[in-house]
């Protein structure tokens, strides 16, 4: 367990309300990432972080909004969700953002836009 | 042309078998490449880094990578049910890149 937890777990919202969801972790790591999972797609990501209040943009970030106000919470808003949000949500860290550190992702979070 | 291409499977081999799942990807500055197992509902899971041409073994998995052919490979020997999942295959240069998965299933 790479000390990272995600929440919420599930959510279920209608299209045009705000959601927020957060991902923590013990391992006081500079780098965290948002991604979203859907069939035939594989992991897309949206948003990551190499410190507090340092973010920048990944392939899909339209439609979301990141901050990092301490080095252990990463939150993901999605101003006004879209039925085309609804998916699986990974948080992951890493020590650094080269291509030589490894990833570990927390549980996810499924999130259902109606 | 996706950066980091999978067969999406599924793949199926009797148990016992050995299990070959490959990935080729497109940017020649990647440097290292990764293996995740994902299992159904679950998040993926780290079970093999690679960095260098050649082989690296760890247990019952062996990561095989081929820079000029721009393709990397995972075996499973002696393979389990348990090792039914889908497996990520990632790489990179300054970000990794996901390919979609392949599935694989282990038959008794």
């Not at chain 2, 002696?78 to 979609?100: E, I, M, R, V």
Request: glycine fraction near 10%; proline fraction near 4%; charge should be negative.
């Amino acid at each position: 367990d790479a000390g990272i937890t995600q929440s919420p777990r599930h959510k279920v919202t209608e299209t045009g309300t705000p959601v927020t969801l957060r991902c923590h972790q013990t391992e006081n790591h500079r780098y965290m990432y948002w991604y979203r999972q859907d069939p035939g797609h594989g992991l897309r990501l949206i948003h990551y972080s190499y410190g507090v209040k340092d973010t920048d943009k990944g392939e899909v970030s339209d439609g979301y909004s990141v901050s990092r106000s301490k080095t252990e919470d990463f939150l993901l808003t999605l101003e006004s969700a879209t039925s085309s949000q609804t998916s699986v949500y990974f948080c992951a860290i890493s020590e650094g953002t080269s291509s030589y550190n490894e990833q570990f992702f927390g549980p996810g979070t499924r999130l259902t836009v109606l | 042309q996706k950066e980091v291409e999978q067969n999406s499977g599924p793949l199926s081999v009797p148990e016992g078998a050995i299990a070959s799942l490959n990935c080729t990807y497109s940017d020649r500055v990647s440097q290292s490449f990764f293996w995740y197992r994902q299992y159904s509902g679950k998040s993926p899971e780290l079970i093999m880094s690679i960095y260098s041409n050649g082989d690296k073994e760890d247990g019952r998995f062996t990561a095989q990578l081929n820079k000029a052919s721009q393709y990397v490979s995972l075996l499973i020997r002696d393979s389990q049910p348990s090792d039914s999942a889908t497996y990520l295959c990632s790489g990179g240069g300054n970000k990794l890149t996901f390919g979609t998965g392949t599935q694989l299933k282990v038959e008794l």
